[in-house]
Every structure is written in structure tokens, then in C-alpha cells.
């Protein structure tokens, strides 16, 4: 049980659990397939009517003419059972007519009520003389006898549920012999019992079958048993006696293999059966053509042609005598019918179909190897795919199942591979489905806390947008921190959990300024935060959100000052502000979810990374509390006040890099006293950079003499020391006016 499990496991990762769910359900239909119940045959059977009622057999010959004793004929003649003298005269004129031979699909089991003998006894009033005459007269039946030996006459019997009387030894059987590896009795159908004719008709007979028909579950007539198993004795049907006696054949023979009964042998006719010796009958349309009455045969005045060379069956339509029958093709077709639809198949040549026993062999290896192509296949294909691959596999199947009915006549079933592929279809389609509902509960998982909820939600509805194993974005990563924490963290060394509530109080907002303009927060690194932009859904503005986003933040990071100054001076404690320095980048990063198998964090790895944390690092250094990188910078200078403020090198990077704060939205870049002060840097940097130290020292003079100059003043004091250090060191020749942070 413990190598099952592991065994099961190993499979699951190396192949998916989903295949090997569908690898266990091709085993289940399989077994499904040879144990064969009944909800399984019915739908393989509907396929096969399906088929028939397509393509019905199209009648090329018509060998077999109906007596029937039909309504008219009763009307006419009286009620049935008619005496024998009128059957024997029915036959006499059916011979004289040039019938081949005469089939009956009714059964004369006791002696004519109207025999003479019979009639003397049950008459009251007869004198002695009368009753003498009438007792010496032929019976009905021995009438009957003589006009079944001058005729090839095929009696029918019927097969009963049980054993009625003891069988007459001395009548005679149909011989039939076994040909092959097992004996055909094992797989015929048993009556226990079997109702023959009086035996003064039977002796003479030229043939003697079965005309039991053996309905399916749902009351369909769609194989009839062409040899059964009565009574200890193995029998004919009607048909495939008539068919003996007018081949001249001695002796049935029975073709058998391993799996059962294959085919009936007659001189010059094989008719191939299934296993248990019953032959698919051809139905074709119902054909009135055939019928004559009774009632004209007995006054002769059927057309010659309908009778000449003809096999003739004897039987009944008329509703009273309750021998109608349900098929594929007709609703309402009277029992004889049957048995001539199936002497017409057998002799127009190339009409019978058959299942061969090799059809469920080829079942189960369609099924297997569609399933198998479906379990490989499958789940690397997308939607489009699936339904253009399930279409192909089933015009396959049905077509392959209609190519060997339409072509060879062979009953091959295609609903059964097809329901085997279609129940790994679904699985894998409920697999998938668990999956993603898997997927979004992971995803809600990850990024529900670091996220807006609708951003969230739009994730969990297309996880396909998330790429939890990792892919190349351009983002915009932001890193920001509170200048000066630790000497606020040291004022709550007595109160830790007022430091704890103090952090919560201003990454709150923070943090809901990030998730409000789509931005993902990746991780708190105590009082600093990380976020990105432009994952894990796409964001086209994300440049331009991360900016909002951080004069947000500084916002918020006010309104938090102002409230604790006031609890402040409320409550007679030192009031330290919180500073915050924010630092934004874009560039081609790495994201998607890192960590180990205990601990998965989605996040972002590059050069773009580091360089966000850098900037934000050189906040304190340069005055300003946002300070962006050039991409970010060029994306978002049509909607706020851009200021570039040096071209630096960063440690373990080869390109230099613009970098430039942002002192406000588009109000404050439209301002007359932000220009001034652009304009101002732009020419101190550009005198700078061409090594003109005066100039620039004089654009910085002007600079401190303009309105809000007190906003440049530290960026002011970084570049006099650089000019200072540089007038007693001048940078070497090819100095393109780039400066290496020695800080982080």
C-alpha cells in the first residue's frame, strides 16, 4: 500500500494527477466495455438503429411473398383458428401456382376441433347411420398431411418457458452439426420447453423451425436467432430452415471459435451470426408489395407473377391476432415480415450485416488509443484546440463506424470509445476547472493584502495574467523609508507596543495610497515599503501611477504629523515628525513567486530593482523626498513639476543615470516660481558639466536670491562641495560630468 502511494505520487508530479485519473478511467471503461451491461448495450444498440434508419437495405430482389390472413380475410372467412381443409386448400393452390416452398409463422399444435370424428361424438341429434358416415370420413388433419407432402411445407414451432408435454421420439429433427473449437450449445438461447404441430402433419413436413423472436430490453426486434436450444434439442429458426429445405441441404452446420457462434453454414450460404447464433436483420422499409391475402389466394385471384418462383411465408397482420412487432425502421411490423426480411437478406447477396467477433477487440483498441492521444495531448492544448482536437477525435469514431456499416455492412460501435474519450475530456475539463479555482484561491492568497480587491478579483477571474513561476516586465519599483526612525523607535523603548501601533498608524495609509493607484505592495522591511508597478496585471500608465502614488504617500504622511503634533502637545510629549524618502525606477525586472517550498513571496529581482533603492537612499542627500530615475521621469514629465538633479553612477552598474526629483503635479509645473528655479538647475548643471565652476557657482547665488529657494538649498551645498573639491582636483580628461555615489 505504501510502494501504491508512493508510486502514485511520483506519477502525479511527473505526469499530473489529472492523467493519471484519465489513465485509471480508460481501465474502468474498458472493464465497463467486456462486462457489457445493459444501459451499455441500449445505447449501442440506438446507435445501430440510428444507422438503419440512415440507410435502410434497399431491395434489389423480392424472393419471398405474405400470405396474410389479414382482416379481410376474417371477415370474409370467419374467425382463425380456420379449418384444415382450408389451410390444405390454401397450400394446394399456393403449389399449383408455382410456389417454391410454404412457410408457416402460425403453428397447428392440437387436432382440427372440425374433424369429422370429433363432430360425430359432440352431436347430439345424429341418427346411428349418420354418425357411422361421419366417423369413417379422413380427418381434417389427414387432409392437411396430404397437401403438405405434395408441397415443400416449412412448419413453424415455438419455443415455450416451460415443458409442457414429453417429446415425440419418433418425429422428426433438423440435423445440425457443430463445426470448430466449442460446441454450439453453450451459447444458444434456451427454451425449456417446445410446442410442435400434430404429428400427422409434422412427419410429412419438409421442415420444421422456430419462429420464437427474442425481444431486446426496450422491446426492439433487432437480432432474431437464426438456432436455439429447445426442449434438449438444438432447433432452426423458420427462416433458416425454409432456406435449408430449398438448398437441398442435409445438415446445418455450425461455425464456433473461442468467443462463440461466427456463421450458419448451408450449401452454397454462410450466414454470419453473433455469438449467440442471432443474425442482425437488415431491415429494410416496409414493403406492401409482398402481402396477399388469404382470401384471394383461397378464391385465386392473386396474380400468378406474385407466386411463381416465390418463397412463400403464411402469417398474419390482422390486429386481433396480436403479432406485431417494434424494429428499427417501423413501429408496427407484423412478426411474418421479419422472417421475410430475413430470407430477402440472406439471398440478395452482400445485404445481412453482422458484428464480427472481432469488433469489440477493435473498440477497445480505438478507445485506447484515442484515450491515450487525449491524456497526452490534452492538457498542452488551449480552448480552441481542445474543441478543434474532440471535434476530430469524434467524426473518427463515427465516421470509422459508418464507413464498415455502409461499406462492409459490419456493426462496429463508436459510442463506446467516444463515451471513454468524452469521460476523459470532462475530467480533464473538471480538473482544469479545480485547478483554477485552486489557482484563484492561491492568487486571492497572495496578493489579497497587497492589492486593491478589484485588482485582486480581475486575477482571480483571468489567472492566466499571473505568472507565478516568473517573466520579464517593465516596472516601475518603488522604495520608500522614514528618514530618522531609529531615534523615533528609541523615544518608545518603555511602550514597544506604542511603536508597533505608531507603524501601523502611517503604513496604513501608505499602503492604501499604493492599492488605490494599482500598485502591489511587495514586502514591509520594517518602517520602509516595497512596491511595484505593471504586475501582475498590466498597468500602461504605471509610470505615472508610482508618481501619484508617492505625492500621495507624502500627503498622507502630513496629515499623520499634524494629528500626533497635536497629541503632542495634548499630552506634554516630545513630538519627533515622520520624513519620508521615496524612491521610483523603471525597468526590465524579473517577477513572479519566489521563495522555498515553505515560503513563496511574488516579487521582482534586477539592476532596476537596486537602482530604486538607491534613489531612495539619496533622498536625504539631495533635499528632495521623491527622486525617480530617467524612464520613470520622461513617462510622467507632461503631468508633474520634473527637476533634474545629477547624472550619477551607481556602484555595480557600467551606464550613468539621470536622475531627477519631483517636487509636485502639473499646478506646481505651471508655476512661475518652479520655472524660475528649473531653469536655474538646468544652467548650473550645464556649467557644471562643461567644468565652468564660476558659472555655476554664480547660477547657484542666483538661485538662493529666488522665491522658495529654500527648497534647493541642500542640492545647492552638494554641488559647492563637488565644485570646491573639483577646482583643487580637476576630474580627468573625457569627464562626462557623472558622479559616482559612494553612499547607498
Not at 398 to 406: A, H, I, L, P, Q
Not at 602 to 625: C, I
Not at 670 to 687: K, P, V, Y
Request: proline content about 5%.
Amino acid at each position: 500500500m505504501k510502494r501504491f502511494k508512493i508510486l502514485r505520487r511520483w506519477f502525479a508530479r511527473k505526469f499530473g494527477l489529472a492523467r493519471l485519473v484519465c489513465l485509471a478511467l480508460l481501465v474502468v471503461f474498458a472493464g465497463l466495455r467486456v462486462w457489457d451491461p445493459p444501459p451499455v448495450q441500449e445505447l449501442r444498440l440506438r446507435t445501430f438503429d440510428l444507422f438503419q434508419l440512415i440507410d435502410p437495405r434497399h431491395k434489389t430482389v423480392r424472393p419471398v411473398t405474405i400470405v396474410d390472413i389479414d382482416d379481410k380475410s376474417l371477415a370474409r372467412l370467419g374467425q382463425w383458428p380456420w379449418s384444415r381443409t382450408r389451410i390444405a386448400d390454401l397450400i394446394i393452390n399456393l403449389t399449383n401456382n408455382g410456389a417454391v416452398a410454404i412457410g408457416f409463422d402460425v403453428v397447428f399444435s392440437e387436432p382440427d376441433r372440425l374433424n369429422p370424428e370429433l363432430v360425430a361424438n359432440q352431436m347430439r341429434y345424429l341418427d346411428d347411420a349418420t354418425r357411422m358416415k361421419l366417423s369413417e370420413l379422413p380427418s381434417n388433419d389427414q387432409i392437411l398431411s396430404e397437401a403438405i407432402k405434395r408441397s415443400k411445407v416449412v412448419l413453424g414451432e415455438t419455443g415455450l418457458p416451460q415443458v409442457e408435454s414429453e417429446l415425440d421420439k419418433t418425429l422428426p429433427f433438423t440435423g445440425v452439426a457443430t463445426v470448430g473449437e466449442e460446441n454450439a450449445e453453450k451459447f444458444l438461447f434456451e427454451f425449456p420447453g417446445l410446442l410442435r404441430n400434430v404429428p400427422v402433419i409434422e412427419k410429412v413436413a419438409a421442415g420444421r423451425g422456430l419462429f420464437s423472436i427474442k425481444t431486446e430490453r426496450d422491446g426492439f426486434i433487432r437480432r432474431v436467432p437464426m438456432i436455439m436450444w429447445a426442449q434438449g434439442n438444438i432447433m432452426p429458426s423458420l427462416s433458416l430452415e425454409i432456406l435449408r429445405v430449398v438448398t437441398g441441404t442435409p445438415t446445418l452446420l455450425v461455425r464456433t471459435d473461442k468467443t462463440g457462434i461466427r456463421a450458419i453454414r448451408l450449401k452454397g450460404v454462410e450466414i454470419p451470426t453473433d455469438k449467440n447464433g442471432q443474425l442482425w436483420v437488415h431491415y429494410a422499409r416496409r414493403d406492401p408489395s409482398i402481402y396477399v391475402s388469404a382470401a384471394d389466394v383461397l378464391d385465386n385471384t392473386v396474380p400468378p407473377s406474385k407466386l411463381a418462383g416465390k418463397l412463400v411465408l403464411i402469417g398474419t397482420s390482422a390486429a386481433g391476432l396480436n403479432d406485431i412487432k417494434t424494429t428499427p425502421v417501423s413501429s408496427t411490423m407484423p412478426g411474418v415480415e421479419i422472417h421475410a426480411q430475413i430470407l430477402e437478406s440472406v439471398l440478395s447477396g452482400g445485404a445481412v450485416i453482422s458484428q464480427p467477433n472481432y469488433a469489440l477487440g477493435i473498440e477497445l483498441l480505438a478507445a485506447l488509443i484515442i484515450g491515450l492521444l487525449v491524456i497526452i495531448f490534452t492538457p498542452n492544448l488551449g480552448p480552441v484546440r481542445l474543441v478543434l482536437a474532440g471535434a476530430m477525435f469524434a467524426a473518427v469514431l463515427v465516421g470509422t463506424s459508418w464507413f464498415y456499416y455502409w461499406q462492409k455492412r459490419y456493426l462496429v460501435d463508436f459510442t463506446y470509445p467516444l463515451l471513454s474519450t468524452t469521460a476523459i475530456y470532462l475530467t480533464f475539463i473538471f480538473s482544469s476547472f479545480v485547478r483554477e479555482q485552486r489557482q484563484r484561491v492561491q492568487i486571492r492568497g497572495i496578493f489579497a493584502q497587497y492589492m486593491s480587491p478589484v485588482l485582486v478579483e480581475q486575477l482571480a477571474q483571468s489567472p492566466e495574467k499571473v505568472v507565478l513561476g516568473g517573466e520579464e516586465r517593465e516596472l516601475t519599483i518603488m522604495f520608500s523609508d522614514v528618514r530618522g526612525f531609529t531615534t523615533i523607535s528609541e523615544s518608545y523603548k518603555q511602550d514597544p507596543q506604542g511603536l508597533i501601533t505608531l507603524m501601523n498608524r502611517f503604513l496604513t495609509p501608505l499602503t492604501d495610497v499604493i492599492i488605490e493607484q494599482k500598485g502591489y505592495v511587495d514586502k514591509y522591511m520594517g518602517d520602509a515599503i516595497m512596491a511595484f508597478w505593471n504586475a501582475p496585471l498590466d498597468d500602461a500608465e504605471h509610470q505615472v501611477n508610482a508618481c501619484e502614488a508617492a505625492i500621495q504617500m507624502l500627503e498622507k504622511i502630513d496629515v499623520v504629523n499634524k494629528e500626533r503634533e497635536q497629541e503632542a502637545a495634548e499630552g506634554g510629549h516630545v513630538y519627533i515628525p515622520l520624513n519620508v524618502g521615496i524612491g521610483l525606477n523603471t525597468g526590465i525586472g524579473v517577477v513572479g513567486n519566489m521563495g522555498s517550498d515553505l515560503k513563496k513571496n511574488y516579487s521582482v529581482l534586477g539592476d532596476s530593482v537596486n537602482l530604486a533603492s538607491r534613489l531612495e537612499g539619496q533622498t536625504k542627500e539631495y533635499g528632495f523626498p521623491i527622486i525617480v530615475g530617467s524612464r520613470t521621469a520622461l513617462a510622467a514629465k507632461e503631468k508633474f513639476a520634473i527637476l533634474e538633479l545629477d547624472f550619477i553612477m551607481v556602484k555595480g552598474k557600467t551606464e550613468p543615470e539621470v536622475i531627477y526629483a519631483i517636487a509636485g503635479r502639473e499646478d506646481v509645473m505651471q508655476s512661475a516660481a518652479f520655472q524660475r528655479l528649473r531653469n536655474i538647475t538646468i544652467e548650473m548643471l550645464s556649467c557644471y558639466r562643461g567644468r565652468d565652476w564660476q558659472g555655476a557657482q554664480d547660477a547657484i547665488e542666483r538661485g538662493r536670491r529666488s522665491e522658495d529657494a529654500d527648497t534647493l538649498e541642500k542640492l545647492f551645498k552638494l554641488y559647492e562641495a563637488r565644485i570646491k573639491e573639483f577646482k583643487a582636483n580637476p576630474p580627468p580628461e573625457g569627464w562626462s560630468g557623472a558622479y559616482a555615489l559612494l553612499t547607498k
